[in-house]
C-alpha cells in the first residue's frame, strides 16, 4: 500500500515544484524576450509550456496522490486540460498587466504566476488525485 502524501506536505512540495517551474518559466521568457526579440506574450506561452512539462513529470511522481487508476496517458491528458487553462489565465493576466495597466511584464509575470500557482493546485488536487 502506497503511503499518502499529507496535505501540508502536498502545499510545501507544491511550492518546491513551483518555484522550480517559475524560474524556468520566468528564466525562458525573459530570454526570448531580451535576448531573441519574441513579443512578451509569445515568450511567456512557450516558457509557460516547458515548464509545465518539469512541472508534470514531479507533480505526479513527488506532488500529488496519483493512484494510478487512470493510465498516465490519461492524467497526462489530464494535466494538460489544466494547463490549457492555466496559460489562459496566465496569458489573460499578462495581457491586461501589460496592455491595460502598463506594468513592465516581469512584474506583471510574477502576479501572473501566483494566480495561476493557486488554481493549478486546486484543480490538480481535485483532478490528479484518486483517479476523478
Request: net charge positive; proline share 0%; glycine share 10%.
Amino acid at each position: 500500500m502506497e503511503k499518502k502524501t499529507s496535505l501540508f506536505q502536498q502545499i510545501l512540495r507544491f511550492g518546491v515544484v513551483g518555484g522550480g517551474a517559475f524560474v524556468i518559466d520566468y528564466g525562458i521568457m525573459v530570454f526570448l524576450t531580451e535576448v531573441v526579440g519574441i513579443n512578451y506574450l509569445l515568450s511567456s506561452a512557450i516558457s509557460f509550456t516547458v515548464s509545465v512539462i518539469f512541472n508534470y513529470i514531479l507533480s505526479v511522481k513527488w506532488v500529488f496522490n496519483v493512484t494510478g487508476e487512470r493510465s498516465q496517458k490519461q492524467d497526462f491528458a489530464v494535466f494538460i486540460v489544466l494547463s490549457i487553462i492555466g496559460l489562459g489565465i496566465n496569458s489573460l493576466v499578462m495581457w491586461i498587466g501589460v496592455t491595460k495597466f502598463g506594468i513592465n511584464y516581469m512584474i506583471t509575470k510574477i502576479g501572473a504566476t501566483a494566480i495561476v500557482m493557486v488554481y493549478n493546485f486546486i484543480t490538480r488536487k481535485v483532478f490528479l488525485e484518486n483517479g476523478k
